[in-house]
C-alpha cells in the first residue's frame, strides 16, 4: 500500500465518546496487543483458530433469520451489519466479502488503523470506527445484525451495554452474543490454560470475576429488552486443536442469538 493512502487511513479513524460503560484497564489491554491482530501466531491465535466455528454459527442464524441462501451471491446484501469489538476485523472483512454493509466499532483506538490498513490491502469497503455502542446509539444509528463477541466480559456495566446494544437494531434485528461461562472448568481453559501455560494470551487478559453464566446473559439480554432464541458452546479439542460447535456443551466458551421485538 502507498505510503500516503495508509497515512489517509490512519489518520481517517473517527473519534470515541465518553461512557460509563467502558473499563479503562481492558481498553489498555488490547491496546497493546492491536498491531498483532492478523498474525496466525500472534496473541490472538485464539481467536484466528475460533474463527472458523464463529463465522458458521453467525452466518447460519443471519440466513435463518433474514430468509437468506448462504451458497448464493452476496447473501447478505442490503442488511447493515455492526461489529462491536472489533479489533483488526476478524468477523468483519468476511461479513463484507457476504456483501452485509459493515460498520466496525472499538474503544480501543489503536485496532482501528490496523482494522483499516487490512481492509485496504483487501480491496474492501468497511466503515471503521473509534466509538462505543452507548455513542452509537446516541447518534441513532440502526443495524439489522449487531455481532457482539467476546466483548460483554469486559466492559464495565454488562447490563448498560447490552442495552445499548439493544437500541442499535432495528425492530426485528438481530444481536449475537458470545462470551465465557464461570466456573472451575473455565478459570483452568480461558486463564490456567490459554494465558499462563500456553501463553497464547498476556497474564490478566480475563478477569474470571467478570465472565457471566449462560443463565445470567439470557437475563441480562432480557433485562436489556431482547429476547434470546438460541444459545450453543463453542468447544475446544486440545488433542485435535480444533474448535467445533456444541448444542449442549456451554461450560467454557458459548454464543447467544437473541432479537428485538
Known sequence: MKQETMTAVITGAKKMSATNTVDPSEIAKFEAMAAEWWDLNGKFKPLHMMNPVRLDYITRQIAAEFGRDLQGPAPFAGLRLLDIGCG???????MARLGAVVVGADAAERNIPVAQVHAAQSGLEIDYRHTTAEALAEAGEEFDVVLNMEVVEHVADPLGYLTAC?????????????TINRNPKSFAMAIVGAEWVMRWLPKGTHEWTKFITPDELFALLEQAGLTPVDRKGFVFNPLRFTWAISDRDLS?????????G
Not at 483488526?88 to 468476511?94: D, H, K, Y
Not at 467454557?252 to 428485538?260: D, G, P, Q, R, W
Open 88 to 94: 483488526g476485523g476478524l468477523l468483519c472483512e468476511p
Open 166 to 178: 439493544q437500541q442499535l437494531l432495528k425492530p426485528g434485528g438481530l444481536h449475537i452474543c458470545s
Open 252 to 260: 467454557v466458551n458459548y454464543v447467544t442469538a437473541a432479537t428485538k
